[in-house]
């Protein structure tokens, strides 16, 4: 039988939460659609690196990064409610280019099909 990791189970839960709670709740003040796509947890449960992507223009990849650094204590303290952990990790929000690079290289296997499909 293999045995999860608390640090694994807790990140699941805390990126559940986050991706609704930002996905429902704050979705008004949000400048752009996020996705949070992984979320790591120390294993003293001290610490959590959520990583999140973003589409569009530089210039709003910059806003959305602003509005989580801005909102961090408030989305820690509306996870915590939920978690029931004797201490609330601390957030630290990382851009993850692989949704954008994942598009980057459809596109670019679509444009070898089309010239293979000419020919």
Do not use: W
Not at 26 to 48: K, N, Q, S
Not at 79 to 87: D, F, I, M, S, T
């Amino acid at each position: 039988m293999r045995q999860f990791k608390r640090s694994a189970r807790i990140g699941e839960q805390v990126l559940r939460d986050i991706s609704r709670l930002v996905g429902t709740e704050m979705v008004d003040e949000t400048p752009g659609m996020i996705t949070f796509t992984h979320v790591r947890v120390t294993d003293d449960l001290r610490y959590a690196t959520v990583y999140y992507s973003c589409l569009g223009q530089d210039d709003q990849q910059r806003q959305v990064a602003d509005f989580l650094e801005k909102e961090k204590k408030r989305i820690r303290h509306l996870v915590g409610k939920n978690l029931h952990l004797r201490y609330i990790p601390e957030f630290s929000f990382k851009y993850d280019p692989s949704v954008r690079e994942g598009i980057r290289i459809e596109r670019l296997l679509d444009e070898i099909k089309s010239d293979s499909q000419d020919k």
